[in-house]
Structure formats: structure tokens, C-alpha cells
């Protein structure tokens, strides 16, 4: 029996649950894939989380070299979080031969060059499937199942906390702060929620994703964010009522040989796929030019289902007598789309008189934006205001833009209230 020992970097949430895994799955683990893995060494302060677990204290330091310098250990596990130290650790690691397996997520979109680089250096493995979308094994399914197509496209939730505050906001009518409140007092959210809300959480994960997908290194920086923070209810009523649905998207393409990546709230039909995923839970379709759409769901946080993923890739590695690191076209080499085609939902807030609709729609059409639909209602007590809600055909967006910007400088127009992208 192949015996292996591992070395666990934390012992927060998904640290204990992969323990936890790791010992109820022992003789699972080594009656079916004929690997005995052992936990030789954790890097934890509290020592209190290790006693929960019943793990011998003379296990626990907080010295990296208890890990770099023991011969028996050959897979380091991270859970800091953040870039340091977790990007030295497993930079020392992984030069010292150890093969790394993470859920970091920033570190890995922001590190991930340096990494490799180490990891080659080492001749030892870098596997991350549950960096993205906690337990559902889309890391995997990306490298290994999809030989047979070209990725045309992938989209997705990827983050729960932001899909608990939209569902919330739509099923309870709530206006987003109150449901940050909420979801804060339950623990779905952090106290400092930015990293979720505004959308940087879920364009580390589309920057991994999509790097996978179109085997070119998609940087943070050609990767266009906008977070869900100046939602309102009022929009996710009108759409509801309209048969739309809104969640956070990150969306990567390629078309016409150039990629483009977005996370940015959206509106997709109540018949989407997507729409049915609720709470906090997470799903990503992909489009392959061989097997069409698929689509995958479940837990994208947690301590057993990251727990789950950070296992798999713990067995998967241990199991290797080689370790493939993939190969990408570097950013220089990829052609990046500056603009993309969308739709648009569009509510301003305008005088309700004569001529102010046709200023409105001069400007869209000096800036080749095509309306489908137009709905005049009324807008809050003053019956002097209207509010209109433009639907737009599919438009380049740096041209929605440059209308709106131009829109809002009228006088009739009191507000533009909300420019939400509608995705098919
Ligand atoms: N904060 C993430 C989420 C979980 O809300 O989905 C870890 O990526």
C-alpha cells in the first residue's frame, strides 16, 4: 500500500472539515484507490482547534520548516487564505519537491505564474480543484473531460454569498442592505463583505476558470468586474414581473479568436438554467463545440463540500507518479476583446411631458443602440416624473455607455436609475 503524508497549512473551517474527511474516509480511501494518507504535520497557532479534533499536539507548530524539512511529507495542503504567507510557504514547498493542493483562490489568480514556476522547478504537482465552486468538481472537469471540444464559452454563479442576497432580495422583497445585514448575523456573509459583494471573489474564480477553459492565462486586469451593491429591489420586482431573474454572473467567451471575461449582475430568463439555482448555492454551464451545454451545481463553500474537493485532489495527487502541469499562451499572445455585445435593461427617472422621448431615443440612436421594448410608469408621488424602462437589442456596450453618459446630461432626465445587462 502506497503510504503518503501530508501536511495541513490551518485548521479553520475547511482545514477541519478535510480532517475530518481524511479520517472518516481512511479505509474508503484505501480500499479503493490503494493510497494510505497520513496527516504528519499542521500549521495552526490555536492549538484549541487541533484538541477539538483529537489531533496529537505534537503535530501542531508554526514553523514552515517542520514541513519544508520532513522527508515524509509530500503534499502540502493550504487553507490561510490571502497571499501571505500562503505564496512563500507553498513557493518553498513546492521547490523542496512537496506537491501543492489549494483552495486559495486570490493567491492562485494573482501567484499562479510564480507557482508553476516553482512547481516545475520541484518536479511536484499544483492542484486546486476546490479554488473554484467549493465541492462541485469543475477544476477537474475542465482539464480532464473536455478533451474532445473547443470551450466556446462558460457561465456561471460562482458565488454564493451574493446569490443568498439576491434570492433573499427577490423571495422576501428586501432591499439589499437589510439582506446583507441578515445574511452577516448568519454568517453567509463576512463583516468586511467586498471581496464577495463587489465582485472580486467570483473574478479571481473566472480568471482560473477561463484560464482553463481557453488554455490562455486570463490576468485579472483584461477581467471586467462590477459587484451588487447598488441593486435595488425595485429593479428585481420590475423584472420579476417581466420574468427575469437577477444574479451575479461570470461569463468568459471566446469569439472571433478574442476573449472576453465579465462579472457583472445580470438578467436571465426564468426558463434559464441558471435562474433555478437559489441561496447560496453555485452552478456553471459550459459550452463545447462537440457536447454542447453542461452544466454543474452544488455547494460552491463549507467545510465538508471545499472539504470534498480539497480530498479529491489530495488522493488524485497522491495517486500520480508524474505530475502534468498544464500549459497556457501567456496574455501577450492572446487577443482580448475591449467591448462585448449585450443587452440592456435601462430605468430612468424623466419628465413626464412632451418630446422627452424622443430626446432620449435621438441620443440612443446617435450612438447606434437599438430599443426592443419601451414602458413608461408611474414614478413614486410626483406625477410630474415618469419612469421609463428601455429593453435594448443586443448593442456593443462601449456604445450603451457613451448614450447613457450623454442621456444623463439632459435636462428632462431626472435619474438613471439602473443599467442591468440582460444575458440569454
Ligand atoms: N465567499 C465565497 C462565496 C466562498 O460566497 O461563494 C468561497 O469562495
Redesign the pocket.
Known amino acids: 500500500m502506497k503510504k503518503v503524508g501530508i501536511a495541513l497549512l490551518g485548521l479553520g473551517v475547511v482545514g477541519s472539515g478535510t480532517y475530518r474527511i481524511l479520517e472518516k474516509n481512511k479505509e474508503y480511501i484505501k480500499n479503493h484507490y490503494g493510497v494510505e494518507i497520513e496527516v504528519m504535520h499542521i500549521l495552526e497557532k490555536d492549538t484549541t482547534k487541533a484538541e477539538a479534533l483529537g489531533i496529537d499536539k505534537s503535530i501542531v507548530s508554526v514553523d514552515i520548516n517542520n514541513v519544508i524539512n520532513n522527508p515524509n511529507i509530500s503534499i502540502v495542503a493550504e487553507f490561510f487564505g490571502g497571499i501571505e504567507p500562503a505564496r512563500s510557504f507553498l513557493i518553498a514547498s513546492l521547490r523542496a519537491g512537496k506537491s501543492v493542493v489549494t483552495s486559495n483562490?486570490e493567491m492562485l489568480a494573482k501567484c499562479w505564474q510564480e507557482l508553476d514556476a516553482a512547481a516545475r522547478e520541484g518536479k511536484a504537482g499544483l492542484y486546486f480543484e476546490a479554488s473554484c465552486v467549493?465541492g462541485v468538481p469543475i477544476i477537474r472537469t475542465l482539464q480532464e473531460s473536455m478533451q474532445g471540444n473547443n470551450i466556446l464559452s462558460i457561465m456561471g454563479i460562482?458565488?454564493?454569498?451574493?446569490n443568498y442576497i439576491l434570492s433573499n432580495m427577490a423571495d422576501k422583497g428586501l432591499e439589499y442592505s437589510d439582506v446583507l445585514r441578515e445574511a452577516q448575523r448568519l454568517g453567509y456573509a463576512e463583516a468586511n463583505p467586498s471581496?464577495?459583494v463587489d465582485g472580486f471573489?467570483s473574478m479571481y474564480?473566472l480568471s482560473i476558470l477561463s484560464t482553463l477553459a481557453f488554455h490562455k492565462r486570463i490576468p485579472l486586469d483584461k477581467i471586467y468586474r462590477e459587484g451588487i451593491s447598488k441593486i435595488s429591489k425595485k429593479d428585481i420586482e420590475i423584472g420579476k414581473e417581466l420574468g427575469y431573474t437577477l444574479k451575479l454572473l461570470a461569463i468568459g467567451k471566446l469569439a472571433d479568436g478574442k476573449i472576453e471575461a465579465r462579472v457583472h449582475p445580470a438578467f436571465i430568463q426564468n426558463t434559464h438554467p441558471l435562474a433555478t439555482v437559489k441561496g447560496?448555492f453555485?452552478a456553471v454551464m459550459i459550452a463545447g463545440d462537440n457536447v454542447g451545454d453542461i452544466m454543474l451545481y452544488g455547494r460552491?463553500?463549507g467545510d465538508l463540500p471545499t472539504g470534498s474537493a480539497i480530498v479529491s485532489d489530495i488522493v488524485f495527487c497522491a495517486r500520480q507518479t508524474e505530475h502534468i502541469l498544464p500549459v497556457f499562451a501567456t496574455p501577450r499572445d492572446t487577443d482580448f476583446s475591449d467591448d462585448f455585445d449585450s443587452k440592456y435593461y435601462i430605468r430612468m427617472s424623466v419628465a413626464d411631458k412632451s418630446g422627452v422621448l424622443s430626446k432620449i431615443t435621438g441620443v440612443f440612436g446617435k450612438y447606434d443602440v437599438s430599443i426592443a421594448t419601451m414602458q413608461q410608469r408611474q414614478s413614486g408621488d410626483d406625477p410630474a416624473v415618469a419612469s421609463v424602462i428601455f429593453f435594448s437589442h443586443e448593442n456593443r456596450e462601449k456604445n450603451v455607455m457613451r448614450a447613457i453618459s450623454e442621456i444623463k446630461s439632459l435636462n428632462e432626465v431626472k435619474e438613471v436609475d439602473a443599467v442591468i445587462r440582460v444575458v440569454d
Request: net charge neutral.
Open positions: 483562490k467549493g460562482v458565488n454564493g454569498t451574493t471581496a464577495d471573489d474564480k447560496s453555485n460552491g463553500a
